[in-house]
């Protein structure tokens, strides 16, 4: 059976807004292939669809997504690792250039934790819980678990999140600067979803330029960055979105953006 039979990922848009919504309530959503390669299609679909401005990506209550499928890595031996279908839908997902909003509530653990990383930035409810247990497992991190909480939390908490499997709380992971807000559970996809409405309403050219240069800044040193940003921004001001969203401001009216 076909991943996309299985509606392992629920997709519903509303306005210039994606929703994906993991769908594997019976193993508190942990990520098995299937469920991968079905999220990377929705976002190459997405990104080729103008009338998608940016995505959330979000679970259930109880759990965002507590890890890879660790039923199914028990049953994958080394060449099976090899050929890992998986290793290339993380990277396609890694590298979506248009913004993408983590609504998290519940267990957000190891891959789910990973996943949710992989997001420009994640909302989350009072109720969440993020960690990378796979040491626990006699594993480690791999989809770039420890790579992105050295860069988002620093290497003190990263340290002690991916050595000891603990997890932090909510508020814990607000402090560390994982999360950028956290917000009563019940809340956390309404107020993703609205932060989404918001961004997929600027100029698709300039929210595209601006997530790839924070992207950026991860990857180089400042002076390269500083010189990433000005080729940009030089792009971007040649858009004619540009001259209409500085018309707009100027006439006292709304921009009406055409992605050119
Ligand atoms: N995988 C498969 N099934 C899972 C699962 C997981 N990660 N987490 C939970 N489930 C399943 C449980 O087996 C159970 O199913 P049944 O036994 O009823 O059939 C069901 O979900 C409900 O779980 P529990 O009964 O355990 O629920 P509790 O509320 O008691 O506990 C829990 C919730 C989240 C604390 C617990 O389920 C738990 O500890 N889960 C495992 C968390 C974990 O260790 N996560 C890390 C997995 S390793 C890679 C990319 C990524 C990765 C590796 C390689 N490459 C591209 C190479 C990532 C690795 C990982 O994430």
Redesign the pocket.
């Known amino acids: 059976m076909s991943a996309a039979q299985d509606n392992l990922i629920l997709a519903a848009q509303v306005g210039r807004v994606l929703t994906l919504t993991l769908n594997r309530p019976?193993?508190?959503n942990?990520?098995?292939t299937a469920l991968l390669l079905e999220l990377a299609q929705q976002l190459a679909t997405a990104e080729q669809n103008d009338s998608i401005g940016a995505v959330v990506i979000t679970g259930s209550q109880?759990?965002f997504a507590?890890?890879?499928?660790?039923?199914?890595?028990a049953q994958m031996n080394a060449v099976d690792?090899h050929r890992?279908p998986?290793?290339q839908a993380?990277a396609d997902i890694a590298r979506f250039s248009k913004p993408i909003i983590a609504a998290v509530n519940g267990?957000c653990?190891?891959?789910?934790c990973?996943l949710a990383m992989c997001a420009d930035y994640i909302i989350a409810g009072h109720n969440a819980s993020f960690g990378?247990?796979?040491v626990?497992?006699g594993?480690m991190?791999?989809?770039g678990?420890t790579q992105r909480l050295m860069r988002l939390v620093g290497p003190a908490k990263a340290k002690q999140m991916a050595l000891t499997g603990a997890t932090l709380s909510a508020k814990q992971a607000l402090q560390a600067g994982l999360v950028a807000e956290v917000c009563p559970a019940e809340a956390t996809l309404d107020k993703a979803q609205a932060q989404a409405q918001q961004i997929a309403s600027y100029a698709p050219i300039a929210v595209a330029a601006i997530k790839d240069c924070c992207n950026k800044a991860l990857d180089v040193e400042l002076n390269q960055g500083l010189q990433y940003e000005r080729r940009s921004y030089c792009v971007v001001s040649s858009s004619e979105d540009r001259n209409e969203g500085i018309d707009a401001f100027l006439n006292k009216r709304k921009p009406t953006y055409q992605n050119r």
Do not use: T
């Open positions: 019976q193993a508190l942990a990520l098995n109880k759990a507590a890890g890879a499928d660790v039923k199914e890595m690792l890992d998986r290793v993380w267990f653990l190891g891959g789910g990973e990378q247990p796979e626990k497992l594993i991190p791999g989809a678990g």
